[in-house]
């Protein structure tokens, strides 16, 4: 079990911010950062509303925005910072695209499948698993989730 | 447990043709048909090669391209067949966009996660389940998945 490290809560600082980017679009408030070492490949935040698309969770965009970075869909080597417990469908995005360590915020009880209600991202018999680090910067995290699901009630 | 309907068995073979295109550029052919009532919504097929998209599997392709046709992101009443079962990325994928049935050829023995390794789309404790028609034109797939494989060698 490692903590996280420097770099990773820089990153996780900026998933935050572009979770806000996100609650300014009307978008619930998740951000994903994917860097490899120091260096930020893509930053992204939920879209799901914006873009009319399923599929446009935080962590999705990110990914797929990265692989545009390096020009190939492996992302061997690399990290992602992200505001919220992945749910399965990013959790298996995360394994297939072959990221090394996840590092997120809160865990997600109603669709969280990395620790919560399944380990997609340590799962033995798959050709894949993460490095996983939990409940990095979870407050603040929560705390934008809360003032955004308050202001819409 | 039901039969797949005549209406499953010709979107199959949609999605056996779309697996053949997909092999014609050098991509493991996948494919996979989201369709409402009659109507085909997206056909599609894998694409992580060409696109250097990791999440670009058969399954996640047809429901983007299913949502921008609706201009919603929820596929409420729709159903999909895929010719290989889903990874957990892409049953995640059926349960975040609400699709009301799958429909799949042959099991994945490597990533399958709706009936090999896993239930995904089955989970009583997600907030949306998915009824599931496996091992619907089965040799159909594995002979088009073998047939890719063995070029290759």
Redesign the interface.
Known sequence: MSDATATDLRMMELALTAADRAASLGEVPIGAVVYRGDEVLAEAHNL??T???????AE?VA??AA??CV?????DGCSIAVTLEP???????L????VERLVYGVDDP??G?VRT??R?CE?P???HRLEVIAGVMAEASVERLRAFFRARR
């Open positions: 799901r509303e873009e009319a698309d399923p599929t446009a969770h999705v990914l797929r692989a545009k020009g190939r869909w492996r992302l749910c399965p469908m990013c959790a298996g995005a394994v297939n695209a072959r109603k669709m499948c209600l399944g997609l799962e018999r798959f050709n």
